[in-house]
Antibody, heavy 123, light 111 residues
Framework: QVQLQESGPGLVKPSETLSLTCAVS?????????WGWIRQPPGKGLEWIGS???????YYNPSLKSRITISVDTSKDQFSLKLTSVTAADTAIYYC????????????????WGQGILVTVSS | QSVLTQPPSVSGAPGQRVTISCTGS?????????VHWYQQLPGAAPKLLIY???NRPSGVPDRFSGSKSGTSASLAITGLQAEDEADYYC???????????FGGGTKLTVL
């Protein structure tokens, strides 16, 4: 059974860097899947942040691209998100998920999700 | 403002049929990209409900079905049950962002 678990600080100060890790079990990070991050501000909808393949190939949401870095550590079965220069607008539940991504034909959907972690940006 | 447009809310009585629409544009649904649907129960993470317009993952009841036409897609739920009360999100791929885009979500209330 595929399981994902987010971890990291629940509180980050404005202008600092948000860092989260997603531990994966039940599915190899080196399999033919991408791995992604999605966020959901309280009471609002979902936003794709970015995704990564085990080779290190990444795709980022253009609206966040200048501030995000997604990396993968296959030896630890985990991948990570860093979001710099955070503001209150970055307060959200952050989900990691397994992503079916393919370019030809185009496939892009999340089939397994972590439970999510609430990150609050506040001084 | 989400890239895909959904009604904020829909409702129906137990046993009834409801539909949720999802409207996109020529850079996503209208470009021929498939649509996926997620169910988010209160306090839980989203769960894949429909993928590739019409397919149900294992374990999803056949009361849930999806369709797509032109720049829009729809999720239909028949035989409405109390446990279907949740938020529903559509999602597709967008040629401008080169990634996923979501609808704003629709809250389903079972009366």
């Amino acid at each position: 059974q595929v399981q994902l678990q987010e971890s990291g600080p629940g509180l980050v100060k404005p202008s600092e860097t948000l860092s989260l890790t997603c531990a994966v079990s039940g599915s190899s990070l080196t399999s033919a899947y991408y791995w992604g991050w999605i966020r959901q501000p309280p009471g609002k909808g979902l936003e794709w942040i970015g995704s990564i393949y085990h080779s290190g190939s990444t795709y980022y949401n253009p609206s966040l691209k200048s501030r995000i870095t997604i990396s993968v550590d296959t030896s630890k079965d985990q991948f990570s998100l860093k979001l710099t220069s955070v503001t209150a607008a970055d307060t959200a539940i952050y989900y990691c998920a397994r992503l079916r991504q393919q370019l030809v034909p185009v496939l892009f959907y999340f089939d397994y999700w972590g439970q999510g972690i609430l990150v609050t940006v506040s001084s | 403002q989400s890239v895909l447009t959904q009604p904020p809310s829909v409702s129906g009585a137990p046993g009834q049929r409801v539909t949720i629409s999802c409207t996109g544009s020529n850079s996503n649904i209208g470009a021929g990209h498939v649509v996926h649907w997620y169910q988010q129960l209160p306090g839980a993470a989203p769960k894949l409900l429909i993928y590739d317009n019409t397919n149900r993952p294992s374990g999803v009841p056949d009361r849930f079905s999806g369709s797509k036409s032109g720049t829009s897609a729809s999720l239909a739920i028949t035989g409405l049950q109390a446990e279907d009360e949740a938020d529903y999100y559509c999602q597709s791929y967008d040629d401008r962002t080169l990634g996923g885009v979501f609808g704003g979500g629709t809250k389903l209330t079972v009366l």
